[in-house]
């Protein structure tokens, strides 16, 4: 597989240097639902070992959801659809598999090749066993290249109808700025701590901005990550009933990794459930540490829901593309 990874690496840097040429054609706007997949695989591939795999990979469940919600909702069309068909080729997500004897066994992953935004996967295998091989290999690097896309669209899609006054007050307090659009408020503040929401009749959504100076590495580690938004959680956000609060929900596990985060070399990113303690309610969280720039600040951003009547998944999505748009004043 080494030459395998050696193909990939080129073809991520012949991509950005063609997306970085081409930054000034204007494409037309990508489709589809959030976190929807467009798979094109004709039958033969997508069946047996193959379909197992896939499905495995991108219809897992995703962690820190209450009841169980698929990562991608992956829709399955045949290879020659996408290449004669606008309509497929728009689609936002697409992961093309195609294996035929003559096939490189190359995986390429490209953006805003038809539409933006848009990540289009494309594994050219020689063998079932190839496809299957390659599918192990990347497919954190596939789902992670999707996220980020998802994000960014979220970001791309509040900032049209953004909130300018809360953004500016957000600037003004921490010193970087934050997309949200004109359905958030302004709850709560404390001198290193902001609490902004979105109220509507069958859904809630939250974000928990707390910044601290960096110390160690240590504020890295799960265990003081997940102390830190409990202490955090219980003093600055209080429930509907007396003496009720916010807190993690320690009965299940809290999942924890490393990832990318735009403009930050460090990043750890917390999935989860909260709960109130002394009252019925909960929902899904995700929180990102993240180290500034310059080194000197960490920040715990942390966006939650409570949606108890509808799926959470795409509500989740939403305060993860707020999240993950921190953009500092050296940027």
Request: with cysteine; proline share 5%.
């Amino acid at each position: 597989m080494k030459n395998v990874t050696i193909m990939l690496a080129a073809a991520l840097l012949l991509t950005a240097c063609h997306s970085r040429q081409n930054e000034a054609i204007v494409k037309k706007s990508s489709s589809g639902k959030t976190c929807e997949m467009l798979l094109a695989a004709d039958k033969g591939v997508y069946y047996g070992d193959n379909k197992t795999i896939i499905d495995s990979i991108f219809r897992e469940s995703q962690p820190g959801l209450p009841q169980g919600e698929p990562r991608f909702d992956v829709v399955n069309i045949p290879v020659s659809s996408l290449h004669n068909t606008q309509m497929f080729q728009m689609h936002r997500n697409i992961l093309l598999c195609d294996v035929a004897p003559d096939n490189p066994n190359k995986v390429y992953i490209s953006h805003d090749k038809w539409a933006s935004p848009q990540v289009m996967v494309d594994i050219a295998a020689n063998s079932d066993s190839a496809l299957q091989s390659m599918l192990r290999l990347y497919a954190g690097k596939i789902k992670d290249e999707i996220y980020k896309a998802e994000h960014q669209r979220i970001i791309n899609a509040f900032y049209n109808v953004r909130n300018v006054e809360l953004m500016q007050r957000v600037k003004e307090k921490f010193g970087f700025v934050m997309t949200f659009s004109d359905e958030f408020r302004w709850a709560s503040e404390d001198a290193d701590f902001a609490w902004i929401r979105k109220e509507t009749k069958d859904f809630s959504l939250g974000v928990l901005i707390h910044v601290m100076p960096y110390q160690s590495e240590q504020q890295f580690l799960p265990e003081k990550i997940d102390n830190r938004l409990d202490t955090v959680m219980r003093r600055q956000v209080p429930g509907p009933a007396e003496g009720s609060y916010m807190g993690t929900e320690r009965r299940m596990d809290l999942d924890h990794r490393k990832v990318d985060y735009p403009g930050s070399s460090y990043c750890i990113e917390t999935r989860g459930m909260w709960r109130l303690f002394g009252d019925f309610m909960g929902g899904p969280f995700v929180n990102y540490t993240v180290l500034s720039p310059d080194g000197s600040q960490v920040v715990d951003v942390t966006g939650f829901v409570y949606c108890p009547r509808f799926d959470k998944r795409d509500y989740l999505m939403q305060v993860e593309g707020i999240c993950n748009s921190i953009k500092w004043d050296e940027e």
